[in-house]
């Protein structure tokens, strides 16, 4: 079963009241992604494997550690997983990007598909599927199966705030896949928007209404 991780650490904590804040403005909400997103990266990343290295220090030799090159993929969904991007890629530079284009129709909230380009190696990627929302779950499911159809094997979904109803779907549809959330919040509305949430992420990131 995949398990879920919300990553408390009080400067994420700290800076998501700033996101969820409606007097905060479009510049100051894409920084404070931006900085979340690369602190949720450092949390993530905590058990990515090394490997020694003998090196000289200016005194002596020593064996020490590198990272021993484990391949990852980036997979935002768009529009708003994008606002999670560059933060991702300060601490995992040499990450691949694929990206999945998907919309909830704002009547039947179920997910749109209209973009999919992927790493040509994804089945050797360890993938992080980020979003900011998870609400219904709808959005990120999808994305997923599309992924598993091209050949992935290894997938994890990082997202901002989540809602119980979407943790559950991706639970139970994707056992093999952990959730990574700054927070998990009560519910969800009858407009499927996440209570307390932090409003529509894709139009607060890029100023849209
Ligand atoms: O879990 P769900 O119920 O599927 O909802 C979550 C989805 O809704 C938002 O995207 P949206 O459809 O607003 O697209 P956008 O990023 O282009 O604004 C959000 O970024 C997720 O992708
Ligand atoms: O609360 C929500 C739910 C879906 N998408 C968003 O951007 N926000
Ligand atoms: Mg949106």
């Known amino acids: 079963m995949g398990q879920v991780f919300v990553l408390d650490h009080p400067l ?12 905060t403005g479009t510049k100051e909400f894409r920084e404070l992604v931006d900085e979340v997103a690369m602190l949720m990266a450092f949390e993530i990343t905590r058990n990515l494997p090394l490997q020694p290295k003998t090196i000289e220090t200016p005194v002596v030799e020593t064996e020490s550690s590198v990272l021993a090159g484990k391949k990852i993929g980036l997979v935002p969904i768009l529009r708003a997983g994008l ?32 973009y999919i380009k992927l790493p040509s190696d994804i089945e050797e990627r360890e993938l992080i599927v980020i979003d900011p929302m998870l609400a219904t779950g ?18 994890r979904l990082m997202c901002l705030i989540a809602a119980p109803e979407g943790v559950e779907v991706i639970k139970k549809d994707h056992p093999d896949v952990d959730i990574y959330l700054g ?21 607060r990131l890029f100023g849209t209404k």
Not at 12 to 23: E, G, V
Not at 91 to 104: D, E, F, N, Q, S
């Open 83 to 114: 606002g999670m991007v560059d933060g991702m890629l300060k601490l995992i530079p040499a990450a691949k990007v694929g990206h999945v284009g998907l919309y909830r129709d704002p009547k039947t909230l179920q997910p749109v598909e209209y």
């Open 138 to 155: 709808g959005s990120a499911n999808d994305a997923i199966h599309s992924l598993k159809k091209r050949g992935a094997q290894n997938i």
């Open 12 to 23: 994420i904590q700290h800076k998501l009241t700033y996101i969820r804040d409606k007097h």
């Open 183 to 203: 927070a998990l919040d009560e519910k969800l509305d009858e407009k499927g928007y996440i209570i307390p949430g932090l409003g529509d992420a894709g139009d």
